[in-house]
T-cell receptor, first 115, second 116 residues
């Protein structure tokens, strides 16, 4: 099956610093990648959709200047949380979709804690 | 109105019994797709099964089957012979044809606990 990796799996950072999370499709080319945020015991909340070589499309209410998304290649997308604050602490999970395919394959997620 | 409804926040099932997780959906599209994902406590979302709106047969993948009732707009997941490792959150999701990126609309999830 399709494999998506995500790094780091856990990160603790101080308030005001920036954190970069990488999402890689290991055995397929990801035309589209999605970034989600998940609060405890809740469903996934889509933050943004990115297509390779294009600017990401952000969902309503998601600050694009705070959550910078780059999808520079067909196998890599990054999410940078800039000037992180404790309220940004959450589980961030990416997924990737191959061109022509319906299903999204997910990375293992990144647990971000901002102190 | 919610597009994906999972009415069971939690379920307890005895090991080896069959489990049905409910999912109803709302769409005006003729072409759409329904997914089920499993999320164990580790957090990773695992794709289980997919059903397209035009598929005539119910989808099956090993112990998983999707009971697709188009007229009732339901897409229930059936797990046969449940195992302890099936304990997890289960999410139903839908893609609509109008979205070229195939974004998924997610249900709230059902927490399934298998009892030994």
């Amino acid at each position: 099956g399709a494999v998506v990796s995500q790094h780091p799996s856990r990160v603790i950072c101080k308030s005001g610093t920036s954190v970069k999370i990488e999402c890689r499709s290991l055995d397929f080319q990801a035309t589209t990648m999605f970034w989600y945020r998940q609060f405890p015991k809740q469903s996934l909340m889509l933050m943004a959709t990115s297509n390779e070589g294009s600017k990401a499309t952000y969902e309503q209410g998601v600050e694009k200047d705070k959550f910078l998304i780059n999808h520079a290649s067909l196998t890599l997308s990054t999410l940078t949380v800039t000037s992180a604050h404790p309220e940004d602490s959450s589980f961030y999970i990416c997924s990737a979709r191959e061109q022509g395919a319906y299903e999204q394959y997910f990375g293992p997620g990144t647990r971000l804690t901002v102190t | 109105a919610q597009k994906i409804t999972q009415t069971q926040p939690g379920m307890f099932v005895q090991e080896k019994e069959a489990v049905t997780l409910d999912c109803t959906y709302d769409t005006s599209d003729q072409s759409y797709g329904l997914f089920w994902y499993k999320q164990p406590s580790s957090g990773e979302m695992i794709f289980l099964i997919y059903q397209g709106s035009y598929d005539e047969q119910n989808a099956t993948e090993g112990r998983y089957s999707l009971n697709f009732q188009k007229a009732r707009k339901s897409a229930n997941l059936v797990i046969s012979a449940s195992q302890l490792g099936d304990s997890a959150m289960y999410f139903c999701a839908m893609r609509e044809s109008m979205d070229s990126n195939y974004q998924l609309i997610w249900g709230a999830g059902t927490k399934l606990i298998i009892k030994p």
